[in-house]
């Protein structure tokens, strides 16, 4: 593995958690770079795009699922592993635009395969479609003046905001079209840590 020479960037809020994968990766042989939320790491791309992106999902700013989706539309060539505490198992939460997914608290035994598996195979892990994986992340604004609950949605074509009303289906991911261009937008809500914990 310390062969490979693969570029990595870890975005993590948790100082510890990129402290420690850095020393981890380095030791192996990979190049390391971090970053604390999504923000950084999009500076952090332009600067120099990386093989491989190992992101948290939940931080400020810039959220790793938002982070994920523009990465996803913007950098189609980069892998990407998603890493949380809030999910559990090894399969790529439903509507999270990553290759594979590192259950946080499991040992870096798995991580480690992972992300060895990705640099020895050049072809992609999971089909890359935009309309099947890689929504639009938004966060939930609370309730509009007639008390319904609505989020502010931005279309990725004609970069146009509107208000969204936001129905009680449940679904992880949810579709739409632009008022303004009318363009179709695949998008689901990011909701907050306490939300998906008494969720679970």
Not at 36 to 47: E, H, M, P, T
Not at 91 to 104: M, N, Q, R, S
Request: aromatic fraction near 8%; charge should be neutral; proline fraction near 8%.
């Amino acid at each position: 593995m310390a062969n490979l020479k693969a570029s990595l960037l870890v975005v993590d809020d948790e100082a510890r958690n990129c402290r420690n994968l850095s020393i981890i990766f380095t030791v192996l042989g990979y190049g390391v770079r971090v970053a604390s939320n999504g923000f950084s790491a999009l500076d952090a791309i332009r600067d120099a795009v990386p093989d491989i992106i190992l992101s948290d999902l939940n931080m400020p700013g810039m959220s790793g699922f938002e982070l994920l989706s523009v990465v996803r539309r913007r950098f189609p060539s980069i892998r990407v592993i998603a890493m949380s505490g809030e999910f559990s198992g090894k399969k790529v939460p439903l509507g999270i635009a990553a290759d594979a997914f590192y259950e946080k608290g499991t040992g870096p035994s798995f991580l480690l395969r992972t992300v060895e598996a990705m640099m020895r195979s050049r072809l992609p892990m999971a089909p890359r479609s935009l309309s099947s994986s890689a929504p639009i992340w938004i966060p939930t604004n609370g309730p509009d003046p007639s008390g319904e609950p609505y989020v502010m949605i931005s279309c990725p074509e004609c970069l146009r905001t509107f208000p969204q009303i936001l129905n009680e289906s449940g679904a992880p991911t949810l579709n739409t079209k632009c008022v303004h261009c009318f363009h179709p937008i695949y998008y689901a809500i990011i909701h907050s840590t306490e939300h998906l914990q008494s969720a679970a």
